[in-house]
């Protein structure tokens, strides 16, 4: 394992992080409190030391399965957590999203209960969840900053999503010198990952960026293929066919990134998004033990040569050689993509 620091604050974390969102709900798979337990301590042995969560996860239940199972590694652990969402006034309705509270004064009051559950005085990271970009008020970023001045918070950061589009919020959380960025980022979903890493370059910041879903939702370690049959209630099975066939040609078109039994295509996906200097960890989603052997290795598999990022540049930029869209262009943005168009920013962009 390797590790960055995020921005300028300090803080450090892994390449391979630990999304918390898998422990506390049920929405990857169904386990037991004591496997989510495992799950978590598995990671820590296997050199994970950034584990992100958040308050709505589970309702607080994934911030308290964290906090026992970190306990008695509270000092060797990077902790993130995020905030925004009312759920102590309103119940989850499937998978639909729950209203968003922003309020600089509600935003403290999630933080105290968030650290709380996890048994801390403190997270090194406190991310916005899901904020638009009018949301973040003056009055809520210098609450931020008072968090970080009193201690309970170490660096500040945004959590993009769940819809693609977030040019407006990008852009604002480098203006505002927010520390991290959480996004989509993928080798077949770039947009607008690009644009963002793009702008910290141009503005010459210190913000670094947090790559979630970096296998493209199970298709760049193959978890779905031609022969997976989804479980009821898989948010992948209400993709169109088209998703599933563009992606697999594409995979197809990466089979050079594999080295020989060295790097996987899983492994070789993390590569490629840590070849970008302002990432500065990598999010996926565990369901085993065995995805976290394999992928928490991913750092210390062979670097991607800078023919191998070329060739990847090449193959998205002319849509891996298909001459068809994958059927998801209705659901990219939450402002239907308009964001995009206005930054002249090519279609190429995905959900989570």
């Not at 509270?101 to 403190?122: A, N």
């Not at 970096?214 to 169109?240: C, I, W, Y």
């Amino acid at each position: 394992m390797q590790y960055r620091t995020l921005g300028d604050s300090g803080v450090e974390v892994s390449e391979v992080g630990f999304g918390a969102w898998v422990v506390g709900t049920d929405w990857w798979g169904d386990r037991t409190e004591e496997q989510a337990v495992n799950m978590v301590q598995h990671a820590l042995d296997r050199g994970i030391t950034f584990f992100d969560t958040g308050d709505v996860y589970g309702h607080g239940n994934s911030e308290e399965l964290l906090g026992r199972a970190l306990a008695e590694h509270r000092d060797e652990v990077t902790l993130a957590t995020k905030v925004g969402y009312d759920f102590y006034n309103h119940p989850q309705a499937g998978h639909g999203e729950l209203p968003k509270r922003l309020d600089p004064d509600w935003v403290r009051t999630c933080v105290e209960r968030s650290l709380e559950r996890l048994g801390t005085d403190h997270v090194e990271l406190l991310q916005l969840h899901n904020a638009n970009a009018d949301e973040v008020t003056p009055e809520l970023v210098s609450t931020l900053h008072d968090l970080r001045e009193e201690g309970l918070v170490d660096a500040l950061g945004w959590a993009m999503g769940p819809s693609i589009g977030w040019i407006a919020e990008h852009e604002a959380a480098v203006d505002h010198d927010f520390d991290a960025i959480q996004t989509v980022f993928n080798v077949f979903e770039q947009t607008p990952g690009r644009h963002v890493l793009d702008y910290i370059d141009e503005q010459d910041a210190d913000t670094s960026v947090v790559a979630r879903v970096p296998h493209s939702s199970g298709l760049l370690n193959e978890q779905v293929t031609p022969d997976t049959e989804l479980e009821a209630g898989d948010h992948r099975g209400f993709r169109p066919d088209a998703w599933y066939e563009t992606g697999w040609e594409k995979v197809e078109a990466l089979r050079f990134l594999e080295r020989d039994g060295a790097r996987t295509m899983g492994q070789a996906s993390i590569q490629w998004l840590l070849s970008h200097d302002a990432v500065a960890s990598v999010t996926p989603t565990f369901r085993t033990e065995e995805d976290i052997d394999e992928w928490a290795a991913a750092p210390d598999t062979p670097r991607l040569s800078d023919e191998e990022v070329e060739r990847v540049e090449e193959l998205y930029r002319t849509n891996f050689g298909i001459d068809r869209d994958d059927g998801m262009d209705s659901l990219r943005s939450s402002v239907d993509g308009d964001d995009l168009r206005a930054a002249g920013i090519d279609k190429q962009v995905a959900d989570d």
